[in-house]
Each structure stands twice: as C-alpha cells, then as structure tokens.
C-alpha cells in the first residue's frame, strides 16, 4: 500500500512538474507576474503550507530586498507589504546559506540557532512556525529565494519535496530573469525613443532661447522627474532656464553652478542616497533637489554649460538612466548649437532647416542597414552635392571601411582605409573636416581613387564623445563648383548629428543581441530559440518537409559546480556549446534553455538522421576533455528527441517531448539517447 501510494505521490510531483514548466514555456510578457502567482498558489497548496512567496534582491541595489509575490491560504494573513526595502545585513546569516546554494529548512522556528536571530525574531513576529526556502539563482548569481511558510504547526519537509521546491525555484528564476532582460530592452527603447522626441523638439524651435524653454521642459520627461534645469555659460553670458521658464537665483546659486561644471569635467555626476556632496561643500546645492544628475554639455572639450535632472525626494538612479542620460549629453549640446548657430546667421536658415529636417528623420532611423545609406543620402543632398562615401571605424583593426557610396565610378564598398591614410584617414587622425579644391591634383590621394572622377571633396570625422563613428565625405565632379567655408560647417554639424544616429542605432543593435543571446555560451537564449523554431516549424508544415528537435542534459553537471566552482560550470558550458556548433549544420538552431540544457532544432531531418546526429553529438561530448585550472575534466550526455514528417505541433510541444525523451534516457543510465514516442 505504502508502495503504491509512493509511486502516486511521484506521479503527482512529476505531472506538477511539466505543468508548470509547460505554462512558462510560452508565457507573453504581459502574464509572467499572474503566472508567477498562480504557481505560488499551486506549489503553496501541493505542499500543504500556508503561505508561499517570492523575496527578490534588488536588482540595482542588490543590498535591499523585497517580497514581489506571495500567496496566502484562506485565514492566513499577508505579509507581503512587511517584507519591503529590508537591508541584506539585517539577515546575514540567512544568506550567508543561500548565497552558497544551498537550500534552508527550518522545522522549527523556537529552535533556530543564535546566529539567526534576526531572522527568529522576524519569523516568530509573522507566525511562522515551520518554513523552507529555496535559492534563485541565475548564472551562478543568487537574485532571490523561493519561500514556503506554515504557521499552523512545526513540520518535516521530505527531500522529493525539497528538490520539487529547487525545481519550480529554477523555472521562476529563469522566467523572472526573462522578465528582467524584457523589462530592461522595452525601456531602453522608450527611454531612446522619448529622448530622440525631446532632441527632435528642441530643434524645430527657431531660436536658442526657445530651444532651452523646450529642452527644460521636456528633459523632465526622460526619466520621469520633478524638474529639469539646462544652464549655458559662454563668455559673459549666463542663461538657465528650469521647466520651460527662464530662471533667476541668488549669486549663491550660479556659485553651485560654477562647482558643477568643475565636477563634471570628466563625466556626468549622480547625486543620490548613497552619494551624497551636499554636506561636502558649503554650496546652494539642496535648492535643486534632494537626489540628481548632472549632464555636462560641452564641444571640443570645452564646457559650455550643464542640462540638470532633479528629483524633490531621494531617488536611486538606475543603470539605464545614467546611460541615457550619458547619451543625452552630446545631443542636448548639438541642439543648442545648432540654435546658437541659426541665430548668428541668417545667411545659413535655409541650409539650417534643410539641416533640422534630415537630422528628424537619421535620429529616428535605429536599423543599421538602413541609416547607413540613409545619412549618405541626406548630407549629399543637404550640401548639392554630386556623390560621395560613408566609412565607418573598426576600433579593433583601427581602420575605416567604406560601407556605403554615391556616384562613385566604381564600387568601393568593403573597401579599407588606413588612419592617416586618404582624404577619410586623414579627417578620422586629425579629427576634423578638410576640404580639398582638387582631389585629382592632390599629393596624398589613394589610387584607388585615381578613377573615380572626384574634383572637390570634403570629409568630416563622426565623433560622440572622444569616439570615433567613422567618416562623411561628399564631392564634386565639376571644376566649377567648390566647397565653401559655410560648407565645411554645415558638414561638420551634420556629422556630428549622423554619429550620435549611428551611435544610438548600434547600442540599439547591441541591446536587441543581448536580448536574443545567452551571455555565457553566446548561443541563442530560450525566447529567441521558440521564435526561430516556429520559423522552422512553419516552413516544415508549407514545405511538408520533416524536422526534429534535440534536448541535450549535461550528466551530474552539479557536481562540477560544487568540486571546481560555478567558474569551472561556466567554462564547460562554453566548451560543450562549442562541441555541438562544431558537429551541427549551418542550417541548425542551437540554444541554451537553461541551466545544463541545451535545445536544437533540426530542419529538413527525420528520425533516423536524428539518431545519427544524437549519436556523433554524444561521441564527441564523452571525446572532450575540459581544461579547468590545472585539471582535466569530462563529462558525458543525455539526449532526447522527437521527429516529426507530417501534423506539427507546435515547436514549444515538440521541445516538451524532447524533454521528456531525455528524461527517459536520464533513467536508463545517462549517457545514452532516447526517441519520444
């Protein structure tokens, strides 16, 4: 009897297992928190407690922690809203065992030891009488725990039930880190696009004074705060405007100013809870807000005034904000130069409208592949010119390579280009704008130019913060027409526009990588691995070709976390996602799916092609040997499988029963293959 009801009990573990790994396979964005909670409720009532909770360490102010989820049995009381910004220290002996991995279980809480009576006293005041709490973690990193409580009666907990509890712990760490790297990617592309709509802003105004109303104003609204100062100082001139309204302070005030631009010579400055200057200096600095930023505006290393954002409370600045408030430095400046410049000459007001109108349509412009004909396009035309080229600069090789051209008499694209090199080399060493009467008589010229037909040209240098983008160069076939001074500026504003574009559309592109990729092994991550499998799965069901889907488990990889170190996992993971890229196609999807698991989908492959390819990727994985510190280390497989010719499913189910597949192949000894079905 006792057998029977064991082998019920572990069906029961194992079904809760699947559903609730099912269920976060596919989770929309919008859903994981109610999913989240609907598994507290599950487990919570599974396991017979009382209550069950998540407790998040923050995530940039990893010293604090909050309760972000929980759910109470009827009768029992909440206390989530308790379990709020609470400092780490308080509870050092608590996570002193989580950071190590290891799981907490508490039968009793009267009977906890001294070292933990911080964490007694806060247990015994919300009634806790029994709990148990699991690590979340994420790489190796601890980010949270996953908590059961029972207030009723002290309780044993079992160890299946302990490595279930290890088990949902893991599916909510991934699924809430998944959330954090959504999260993170949609609000840097709200924060880049409401910072390209303030720029935008402050350039359709018609004057300098307007566009620092504007700016003022609108700034606020980049990261949401209380007020927005921007302040510029030349020569004798000091204006500051604060939320759309020109602003006149004590003496006292335009002092702290003065400090300010001292202290952001080398950067922005963060005032904020853990950072505090007031106290360090006997300024009007308190009057501007209890927590901010400071962004220094300056041109060739020359100051020439400071955009403020302010907050009346404390506030600690994340991360994100600093970074868009970095890059809102070198736009904010252009704007105002641009406003200075339009006031100072009329002359220019044509070709500075011209100018305002195609730098609203590059800052819009994020797709790389696009921007780069784009601004090509737009200063050839902004200047009447007859063609030109676009290079952009290789940090790594310290070389310009031609990515783009116009009217050129052959294809230069790909081309590569030295620094100091040419007329592009030339303007990227000396970083700033040349321009040549007569390219065709010039000494320093490249052959591969000799040509091309150009007569004048100018080149100017793409630079965003001390960092070269790249270069612009445009020309002229017909003697008669030259490159005046008026042109030379104009080029140079445009540049500097096209390289915050070209910055702004690579940290884009970089945000969007990192959001498809798995930092350790640089394969796909498991949101970018469902939506390449139901491309994959799609064209199999138009094409009615077969496909297959591979789930790969490193055998007792745990143990070289806990004999070498997480060190030591992250280097096998690396090697072992090497083996499998080395002995796949080019046509393969291959991805981390979390932890020691890998998925990889198979287009155009039946199942006994499927075997075969199990088979050499499990040789290989036995044949690799690890170099970790001074030891050598192997490890072995196992690998399920599902195949399908005809009626797919959908690539979440086939990866479910690839799963399963290895399951079967994990209970027939590791090491080994195993087919669904």
Known sequence: MDTRENIGKHQ???????????????????????????????????????????????????????????????????????????????????????EKGEAI??????????????????????????????????????????????????????????????????????????????????????????LNEIIKSGIERESFFQSMCTLSRRICSLIKCDDGFVFYKQNNQQICYMNGRKFKREESFLHALDFLLQKTRKGILVCQPDNKIHKDF???????????????????KKHIGLAILAFHDSHHFTPLEIAICEQAAPQITLTLLKSLALEESEQFSQELDALRATIADITSELEISKLLDTILERAIRLLNADGGDFCVYDPDEENLQVVASRKISEDYN???????????????????????????????????????????????????????????????????????????????????????AMDNAMLFEKVQRMARTDTITGLLNRRALLEMGELEVQR????????????????????????????????????????????????????????????IILPETDSSNSKITCERLLNQIRATEILVNEDTISITASIGYSSYMEEFPEVAIMMNQADLAMYKAKKSGKNTIARYG
């Open 12 to 98: 029961r573990l194992e079904e809760l297992m699947v559903g609730i790994s099912t269920s976060f396979i596919n989770i929309p964005y919008g859903e994981i928190d109610k999913g989240i909670n609907q598994t507290l409720k599950t487990t919570g009532s599974f396991f017979n407690a009382d209550r069950s909770y998540i407790i998040m360490l923050r995530q940039f102010e990893p010293s604090r922690l909050d309760n972000t989820h929980e759910w109470c049995r009827d009768g029992v009381i909440s206390v989530m809203k308790e379990i709020q910004n609470l400092p780490v220290e308080n509870f050092r002996w608590w996570f002193d065992q989580m």
């Open 105 to 194: 279980i508490i039968p009793s809480v009267e009977r906890m030891p001294e070292l933990a009576k911080n964490e007694r006293e806060l247990f015994q005041q919300q009634g806790i009488h029994s709990m148990a709490a699991v690590p979340m973690l994420v790489d190796g990193g601890l980010i949270g725990f996953l908590g059961f409580d029972v207030v009723q009666e002290e309780r044993s907990w079992d160890e299946n039930t302990i490595t279930l509890m290890g088990i949902v712990a893991n599916i909510l760490a991934n699924t809430l880190d998944r959330q954090c790297s959504e999260t993170t990617l949609r609000l840097s592309q709200q924060y880049q696009y409401q």
């Open 282 to 300: 006997f300024l009007d600095l308190e009057s501007i807000g209890e927590s901010f930023i400071v962004i220094p505006l300056a041109v060739n």
């Open 414 to 500: 790909g081309s590569i280009i030295q620094i100091g090199h040419g007329a592009a080399g030339l303007a990227a060493q000396n970083r700033e704008t040349i321009v040549l009467d007569d390219y065709s008589e010039w000494k320093d010229k490249l052959e591969k130019y000799d040509n091309s037909g150009i007569h004048a040209a100018m080149v100017s240098p793409m630079i965003v913060a001390d960092r070269l983008i790249g270069t612009i160069g445009i020309f002229q076939d017909d003697p008669k027409n030259q490159f005046n001074e008026d042109n030379r500026k104009m080029l140079g504003m445009f540049a500097q526009h096209a390289a915050i």
């Open 540 to 599: 199999s069901r138009r094409l009615n070709h077969p496909i297959s889907v591979l789930m790969v488990d490193l055998d007792d990889f745990k143990g070289i976390n806990d004999q070498y170190s997480h060190m030591a996992g992250d280097i096998t993971l690396r090697e072992i996602a090497a083996v499998m890229k080395k002995n796949l196609r080019t046509i393969d999807v291959i991805g981390r799916y979390g932890g020691d698991e890998f998925i």
